[in-house]
Structure formats: structure tokens, C-alpha cells
């Protein structure tokens, strides 16, 4: 178990500049999630850490040590690459053995850890079996164990669950939190998939071109994201933003758009928001359907599109500019296309940005 | 099946679109064959006889001194040429492998010699053999007087002469082969040997090599069946000589087919060439399609 | 940028080593062999621009004084083959007159066969296939006798339609195996849509298959150019005199002269036999390598 630092680190890759005095501190027996769109340097930031790409400048530190110019194989880090990469000929037993066999421990020494790490990961009948005759989540527990053999101090996950269909992913989404949760070890885990992120993660980095925009628990990114960018990346259907101006008057304020208006006065902080251009957001949960009254608003909208969910809804309306706003309702809502229907919104639960700057107010 | 829906029409079309198969592998593979094996059963020897003379054909062919030394070439060949190809070839595939600069340039260079008749191969080889004017000369004329080239001129190492220009004319497509096998290997797999502290050299030894076991089996299979069609490049080379010391099964069978006028004695020996590259073929093939449907299996 | 008090560098410098000595091992590996293969094309080259008291003066590896390229003309028209002395463009001309049909012939039949056997599935169909596989490994000595009987039984042993014919029939095995192989790649949906649309056998082949099998068909294409070209002991067995091709008439040229070996003509004469599939090569040189590789890994 080790905290991973990470200080001002550069890395330029055929000549671009992928990552910039890049700072990111891990803590001990946490599992951080680098989430971000592709080519946004999460991979390249993995990879570095693994000491498979040659820092520019900066450093990284595992637990105590400066890893920077480390093999990666003296960095005490364990990796699982999106394809796996085990041996193909060689068993189970023998896949996880393979690194102690080269270093020469002492095969007394080499058969308690492989036995082990296979208890821990049910893969004790496994042993003399072939990747190929394994199922993908038994796969996924075998370059685990290659890790866990190890005795790694941090894991390293380079988008494990990609290449595998939906149902499985989930599946196996599961067994790795538990894994962490029994493990308790560092773990850094890649992935562009926000679901991934939300579920395993106890903190996570939001990436984009190089730089990483927030850092923090699931909750907070999602419910106080720092900036539009990492507002919009999270959250299936995504927030629904609005520009206008946001008018302070008598301690109440108002944020006034082209097609509605919402009272942000419970929304933290509302009185000493200096900017007037600002752009909202709400997320369509915290937005609330009104039956044909007009609310107090006057918010209306017509409704353009219902995609029954099941346990939910996602009604789609028109606003009177023509722009679009997305509201998740319950089972018992009724409504039918084409009506015209009031909302508003749960306004502590909102997201004021400055129009200019983009960032969280 | 629908065979019965099919029309008539496209029956029709697609039984004599397949006529040439049908006459081929009927007549000339299966035909010919199977005469051939009659023919080494008989005493023909200009014309064909149809009569019966057991292994006599056989038991005489093993009295022939050029067949033996034929068979023993063909074994010297089998270590020298096979080996040594699959050897280097592997050399070759790996080293490119490693990223270098000017990748395409070395494989045109590797690759040219398949080109190449073998005629070409032979005549070049005969004229570096030449112990006069050729590269033991030159040798010598740079001042290393004890360097020996004259194979060709020896009884002793003639084979080994033919097998040396055999070499350089092959290692280019087993070389082609085993790269695009080593390509087909995933590189995650090296980041995942790095991370276990395995070296280079061990990778390419501990994992990669036992993956490719397809395709060494297909280089070796195109090499067999080569090194058992040798003909051009000895007839061209040596001639056979000096005296039959690099005589070759092929060869041997086709100068008893035409100059010689003993078709029995050619047949006997086409098919002991043919017991031998179907005895060991056979498991090879066999074995490679399996090794082949279980490493696929996972993927 | 500091070093923070608590942590200690546990390797101190970064190492830059762009030419460790593995890499320059592998560099020295490369060149040396490619030296290897270059050497006996220099040699070709260069022995056949010299003049013939160069020749004799056997400095191997000299560039000549002044290159002699009346050499490769007296090669090419003057140079005398056993008794004609019109030099080996005969040979060239024999060689272009039958590569040509032989190829478009060869792999018309190999796409048509594979086209058959993959989308329009007989049992008899299969049963064929399999036989021409093994075919593709009998040693071709076992079949030459009784084609050369059936080929004077026709009356054409000894024509040019004797060689093409042996072409296309040891052509046969690998080709169709190559559109075979293609072709079953290609995903079915396309050949229902295409009888739906009320497309028949040959409508089918000739609009949508064939034009579909291009790349193949290239790769196909410069087997078939390079392997016949090259070609020595059939042209010799079938083609009979007025038609040998280019390597027959080389061979005769070089090792049946009487007299005075002139070795710079003989290796003008080399230079310009392998010409053609040299320049294909050089061209070409992509599909050489899909063309090795769609071969050999299916066997």
C-alpha cells in the first residue's frame, strides 16, 4: 500500500505537449478514477506512472521512492492492460509466476504467493487452465493475480472493461470493487466511460487535453462540478445548460434566459455571485414537471419527445426559443407529445458558471 | 442442401465452370499419380511394360550408389538449407521487429532473392565458387591467402555449396512469414514481461516463440516441399558433380526419366519421395491445426 | 522543481541512451546480412560491365574501367546459344509469349475455382478441393512421365501449348487455394443480395466477385508472372526447342558453351533473364508480401 505522487510532470510525445506540469497526489488505499474523453492524456499519465514513457520533466514518487527513472519493473506496481496481455501458452499458474520465476525467488517462496493470490481471487481451480479456456471475468482476475503475486503496492487499470459487451462489463465492474474493497490497496484506473467512474471510484480526476479539470469524490464532481466541461461530462442525459443573466435584486436573485426564468436564491452563495452573464445548469432529476398550471415562473415548454425508461421517463421539451430541455419523471407522470406543460427546478441543486470563464461560481 | 431448387441452368454453368478442376485433380494429379505407382512396380524402361515385377525397382534403386547420395544430400540439405533458413529467417524477423530505421529497405533487400530464378541463383553462386575468378581469388588478392572458397570443385563440399546459394535465395519468405506472425502477437504482452522484469531476449524466447507455432510449421512445410523439388539449382549449379556428389532425388529421377530411358527405376524413386514427404508432412499438418484452432480459441 | 525532503532517488540519473549495445548489435546484424544478400548482385552487376581481359585479370569486386554495356547487347543478339548465334532474345520473347496467357489463364481458373468452391458449396466440390490440396504437396517428379505420355498421345508434347497447360495445372493448388480463401472472407450476404437480385453463376462471378478479388488477383498475378518466368524444368520437359523460355536458353548459354567461358557475357545474359521479375519486384513490392503471407498462412 503506497500513496502515488505525481509533480509537475511533463511529457511531449512526437513533439506535442501531452501533459503539463501535471500534479496529482493519490492517497493511500484510494481507488482514483482518470476519467476523460480520448486523447485526453489519462493513458499517457498511466503509462507514465508504469514507467512505459519517458518523463520530460517532473517526477513521480510511489510510497517513498523516486520512481522516476525506475524500470517498471522496480516501481512495485502491478498493471492490467485492456487486452489483459497473458501469455497465451502458458496456464494460469504459470502466467502469474512467470515474473517471480525470472527474478529467481525461491520456488518454496513463489508457490505460497501464487497459492494465495489464487484463494483470494477463486482461481485456485483455475490453475492449470489456459487463458483461452477462461471466461472474461476469470481472464480479468488472472492479471490481477499477476499483480497480486507481486506484492504491488499500486495497480494499474489502462481500461480493462472496453473491449467487453455490457453485460459483462458490469459483471466484472462489480467484482473489481469488491476486490478493492477486501484488497485495500492504491489503485488507478483509466477509463472514458462515466458509469465506470461513478461506481468505483473513491476519487475522481476529470481530464481534458492534458490537464486535469477537478479532482474529488463522485458526489462532489457530480453535484459541484468545478467547470462547464466536467459539468457536461458526467451525468446521463447530460445537464441542461442555459446562458442569461443572473439579476440580484432585494436579496432574491433570478437567473432570466430567453425562454424561462428560476429563482436561484437557495442556491449557495447566490447573493455574492458578482457576474451578471452566466450560464446555468440543471440537471433533468432536478428538474419538476408541473401538470397544466403555470408555475410560477411562467415556465412552459411543449413536449417533443417521451423515452420511457421503465423505472423512469426522459421527457424532452421545446421552449418557447426552440431550445431543448430534458426532465426525468417518475412512473405515475402522465403526459402526451405535443401538450404544453410548466417546470421548474430544484434550484440548491443548480450550477451557475460564468459565461466568459466557464468555471463554477 | 437446396440442391433441388437450383435450376437447371446454374447447374449446368457451375459444372462446367468446375470441368477444369475435376480434369486436373482426376487426371493429372490422381491419374498420374497412380499410373506412376504401376510403372514402379513393372520393368519398363524406355516405354512403358505392363507387367509385374514386384519391389524388384525398389531393391535396385537402393543398390544405385547416385540414389543413396542423392537421399544423404537430401538429408545434409534438410539440416543446412531448413535449418539454416528458419534459423536466420527468425534472426531476420526478429531484429527487424525492433523498430529500426530504414525497415522497408531491409526487407527489399531480404526478400529480392525470391525473385530470383533459381537458374539466376545457381549461375551467380557457380561464378562465386569459381576458385580462380571467383571470391577465393579475390580473397586472396586482399591479402588472405588461406581463405578457401572451392566447394563447388570438391566432391566433399559440393552439396554444401548448392546449399549455401539454396539459403540465401530462401530466407527472405520465411523471414516475410514469421514477421507477420510476430506482428500478429499482441504488444501489450511486452509491457506486461517488462512489468515482470523479463528480459528482451528471454520474451522473444519464453512468449512469443511458443505462439508462433502456425507459422514455423508453415515456413518448414514450404521449405520441405522446396527442398524436395530441388532440381534447377543443382542441374544449373554443379550438374550434379563433380562426379554425382551433389546429386539430388529430383534430379536423379528426371535424368532416369529422359537420358537414361529407365522409367521404372525413375517411378520406384518418385514414390519413395512421395511415402516420404507424406509420412512427414502428415503429423506436421495434423499437429498444426490444432496448435492453430487452440491458441485461437480465446481470442 | 525540488526534490521533496522525505523521498530518495532511487535511480539518480535518467538514461538516455538512444544506442544502447543491444541496438547497435542490432543494426550491425542487419547490415552484415544484408551485405550477405547484396554481394552476389554486385558481383552479377559488376562482372558483367567488365571487359573480358578484366574478366581475366579476376579482381572480383572492382568497378570496371569503363562499363562495357555492348556486353549485355552481345547477350542480348549476338551471343551464340549451342549452334544459333542470335543471343538469348529469342529466349525473352518465348518467355513474354507464354508468361502472359499462362498467367491470365492460370489465375482466371484459380479465381473461378475458388469463386465455385466457396459460394456455391457441393460435396463433391469439397471432396475435389481437398485432393488438389494435397496435390499442391506431391513432388511434382511423381506426374511428369505420364504427362509427358498423354501430352505425345495429344501430339502436342513439345508445343507451346504443352507448357501452358503445364502451368496452369501445377498452378492450380495454390491459386484456387488463395480465391478460395478470399473469397470465403467475403461475407455471404453479399451473394444472396446478388441472387436475389437475379444475378447467375457467371453474372455473378464476372460483375461482382471477380472486380471484388482485385487485390487478389494482383497478388495472384505477380506470383504467377515471377513463378513462371522463372521457371527452368518444365519449359525444359514441355516446351520443346522453338519454344524454350529465357532460363532454358541462360543455362544453355552458360554451361554448354564450347570454347572459352566468357563469364562477363554469361552474366549480362543473367541480368537480363532476371530482369523482368526483378523490375515486378521492385514495383510491386507490397504484394510480394500480402501475396507470401495470404499463401503461407493458410498453408
Known amino acids: 500500500m503506497a500513496q502515488v505522487n505525481v509533480k509537475d510532470l511533463d511529457i511531449v510525445l512526437g513533439g506535442n505537449n501531452i501533459l503539463k506540469s501535471m500534479n496529482l497526489e493519490v492517497r493511500d488505499g484510494e481507488f482514483l478514477v482518470l476519467l476523460g474523453p480520448s486523447g485526453c492524456g489519462k493513458s499517457t499519465l498511466l503509462h507514465s506512472i508504469a514507467g512505459f514513457i519517458d518523463v520530460t520533466e517532473g517526477q513521480i514518487l510511489i510510497g517513498d521512492k523516486d520512481v522516476t527513472w525506475a524500470d517498471p519493473k522496480d516501481r512495485d506496481i502491478g498493471m492490467v492492460f485492456q487486452s489483459y496481455a497473458l501469455y497465451p501458452t502458458m496456464n494460469v499458474e504459470r502466467n502469474m509466476s512467470f515474473g517471480l520465476r525470472v527474478a529467481r525467488v525461491p520456488k518454496a517462496e513463489i508457490e505460497s504467493r501464487v497459492e494465495r493470490a489464487a484463494s483470494m481471487l477463486h482461481l485456485t481451480d483455475l490453475l492449470k487452465r489456459r487463458p483461452s479456456q477462461l471466461s472474461g471475468g476469470q481472464r480479468q482476475r488472472v492479471a490481477i493475480g499477476r499483480a497480486l503475486v507481486r506484492d504491488a503496492k499500486v ?139 403555470t408555475s410560477t415562473n411562467g415556465n412552459s415548454g411543449r413536449i417533443s419527445l417521451i423515452e420511457p425508461l421503465g423505472p423512469q421517463n426522459i421527457v424532452w421539451l421545446t421552449l418557447t426559443d426552440g431550445s431543448t430541455l430534458s426532465a426525468v419523471t417518475d412512473t405515475q407522470w402522465h403526459g402526451k407529445v405535443g401538450e404544453t406543460i410548466s417546470f421548474d427546478f430544484d434550484s440548491a441543486r443548480a450550477s451557475v458558471f460564468d459565461a466568459k470563464t466557464e468555471q463554477r461560481v | ?148 572458397l572451392d566447394w563447388t570443385v570438391r566432391p566433399e563440399t559440393s552439396i554444401y555449396a548448392v546449399g549455401l546459394a539454396m539459403v540465401w535465395q530462401g530466407c527472405g519468405t520465411t523471414m516475410a512469414i514469421m514477421l507477420a506472425a510476430l506482428r500478429g502477437v499482441d504488444d501489450e504482452q511486452w509491457k506486461a514481461a517488462r512489468l515482470d522484469g523479463v528480459s528482451k531476449p528471454r520474451y522473444y524466447w519464453n512468449i512469443v516463440l511458443p505462439q508462433l507455432g502456425p507459422a514455423l510449421a508453415t515456413a518448414f512445410v514450404l521449405l520441405a516441399v522446396a527442398l524436395v523439388r530441388t532440381f534447377d539449382i543443382v542441374a544449373v549449379m554443379t550438374s550434379g558433380g563433380p562426379g554425382s556428389s551433389s546429386e539430388v532425388p529430383a534430379k536423379f529421377i528426371i535424368d532416369h526419366l529422359f537420358g537414361r530411358n529407365n522409367i521404372g527405376l525413375a517411378s520406384a524413386a518418385s514414390v519413395v519421395m512421395l511415402i516420404t514427404v507424406f509420412t512427414v508432412l502428415t503429423p506436421l499438418l495434423y499437429w498444426r491445426s490444432k496448435v492453430q484452432s487452440r491458441l485461437s480459441a480465446g481470442h | ?71 549485355w547487347v552481345e547477350a542480348w543478339s549476338t551471343a551464340c546459344i549451342s549452334l544459333a548465334c542470335d543471343g538469348i532474345r529469342g529466349g525473352f520473347w518465348n518467355s513474354v509469349r507464354l508468361v502472359i496467357p499462362a498467367t491470365i489463364l492460370s489465375v482466371f481458373l484459380g479465381a473461378l475455382n475458388g469463386y465455385a468452391l466457396s459460394f456455391w458449396r457441393s460435396k463433391w466440390g469439397d471432396v475435389l478441393f481437398a485432393i488438389l490440396m494435397l496435390g499442391a504437396f506431391v513432388p511434382f517428379q511423381i506426374m511428369i512421365y505420364p504427362l509427358v505420355a498423354w501430352f505425345r498421345l495429344g501430339g502436342f508434347y513439345n508445343t507451346y501449348w504443352a507448357i501452358l497447360l503445364v502451368h496452369c495445372i501445377f498452378g492450380m493448388p495454390v491459386l484456387t487455394l488463395l480465391f478460395r480463401n478470399y473469397f470465403v472472407s467475403v461475407p455471404q450476404e453479399l451473394f444472396k443480395a446478388a441472387r436475389i437480385d437475379g444475378g447467375g453463376f457467371w453474372r455473378i462471378f464476372l460483375q461482382l466477385m471477380l472486380p471484388m478479388a482485385t487485390p487478389m488477383i494482383i497478388v495472384a498475378t505477380i506470383l504467377q508472372i515471377t513463378g513462371i518466368w522463372n521457371d527452368y524444368l518444365f519449359g525444359l520437359i514441355f516446351a520443346g526447342k ?54 503461407a498462412v493458410k498453408g
Open chain 3, 242 to 295: 522453338d519454344n524454350y523460355p529465357m532460363t532454358v536458353q541462360l543455362n544453355n548459354l552458360v554451361n554448354t558453351t564450347f570454347g572459352e567461358r566468357r563469364y562477363h557475357i554469361d552474366m549480362a545474359a543473367t541480368i537480363l533473364t532476371s530482369l523482368v521479375p526483378l523490375l515486378v519486384y521492385f514495383f510491386s513490392g507490397r504484394w510480394f508480401v500480402r501475396g507470401i503471407a495470404a499463401g
Open chain 2, 1 to 148: 442442401m437446396a440442391r433441388n431448387a437450383k435450376p437447371n441452368r446454374i447447374n449446368l454453368a457451375l459444372h462446367a465452370a468446375l470441368l477444369p478442376l475435376v480434369i486436373t485433380t482426376l487426371l493429372a494429379y490422381i491419374g498420374s499419380v497412380l499410373w506412376t505407382i504401376r510403372i514402379s512396380f513393372s520393368t519398363s524402361k524406355l516405354l512403358p511394360k505392363d507387367d509385374w515385377a514386384g519391389l524388384a525397382q525398389f531393391e535396385r534403386l537402393f543398390e544405385t550408389d547416385r540414389w543413396i547420395v542423392s537421399l544423404q544430400n537430401m538429408g545434409i540439405l534438410a539440416i543446412v538449407y531448413i535449418g539454416g533458413v528458419m534459423v536466420i529467417g527468425c534472426l531476420l524477423a526478429v531484429f527487424i521487429d525492433q523498430q529500426v530505421k530504414g525497415e522497408s529497405w531491409f526487407r527489399t533487400i531480404f526478400l529480392y532473392p525470391f525473385a530470383m530464378s533459381f537458374v539466376v541463383t545457381g549461375l551467380i553462386w557457380q561464378w562465386l565458387f569459381n576458385p580462380t575468378l571467383g571470391l577465393q581469388n579475390a580473397m586472396h588478392s586482399m591479402g588472405w591467402t588461406s581463405f578457401t
Open chain 1, 155 to 293: 495497480f494499474l487499470f489502462d481500461e480493462p472493461l472496453s473491449n467487453l459487451d455490457a453485460k459483462l462489463r458490469s459483471e466484472l465492474r462489480r467484482e473489481l470493487k469488491q476486490l478493492h474493497q477486501q484488497l485495500e490497496t492504491t489503485m488507478i484506473y483509466v477509463t472514458h466511460y462515466q458509469v465506470e467512474a461513478m461506481t468505483l471510484a473513491t476519487r475522481i480526476a476529470v481530464m481534458k487535453a492534458g490537464v486535469i479539470q477537478q479532482i474529488g469524490s463522485p458526489d462532489e464532481i457530480y453535484n459541484y462540478p468545478t467547470n462547464l466541461f466536467v459539468a457536461g461530462f458526467l451525468g446521463a442525459p447530460t445537464m441542461n445548460t442555459f446562458r442569461g443573466k443572473l439579476l440580484q435584486d432585494n436579496g432574491q436573485t433570478t437567473f432570466v434566459g430567453p425562454a424561462f426564468m428560476a429563482n436561484l436564491s437557495s442556491y449557495p452563495n447566490a447573493k455574492n455571485i458578482q457576474t451578471s452573464e452566466v450560464i446555468v445548469g440543471f440537471r433533468p432529476e432536478n428538474i419538476n414537471l408541473t401538470d397544466g398550471k
Open chain 3, 1 to 71: 522543481m525540488t526534490t521533496s525532503a522525505i523521498a530518495t532517488p532511487s535511480v539518480a540519473k535518467p538514461r538516455k541512451q538512444l544506442l544502447t549495445p543491444a541496438r547497435i548489435g542490432v543494426y550491425a546484424f542487419l547490415l552484415f546480412t544484408s551485405a550477405f544478400f547484396l554481394l552476389p548482385l554486385y558481383v552479377m552487376l559488376v562482372t558483367s560491365l567488365k571487359s573480358s581481359d578484366e574478366v581475366r585479370a579476376a579482381v572480383l569486386f572492382a568497378w570496371p574501367a569503363s562499363p562495357q554495356f555492348g556486353n
